[in-house]
């Protein structure tokens, strides 16, 4: 199955870097795309435990998805990732 997620703290290529690197990783999540513009992160997984596995993932790195909390240290995490992202670029 594919889904399209609309994130928030996506910043620059480094984020994306960092969502597409680390989302790979994840047992059962393929093709994973990250589209700045629209704030959008698409991917192939195979199962509900697997989108639930990827939706945590985000919110771990600091990129929750729209609608859900948005603290200060979760926004403090994206910067971390960001930085992160930019540096194994």
Sequence with gaps: ??????I????CSGCANTIITQLSKLD???AVSVDNNTDEVS???GSNSELESVRKKLSD????ILGEANSLPKKAKSFVS???GRMSK
């Design 61 to 64: 790195l600091g990129y929750p």
């Design 8 to 11: 928030q703290n996506l910043k």
């Design 1 to 6: 199955m594919k889904n399209t997620l609309q």
């Design 28 to 30: 059962g999540v393929s």
């Design 43 to 45: 991917f192939v997984y």
């Design 82 to 84: 960001c930085a992160v």
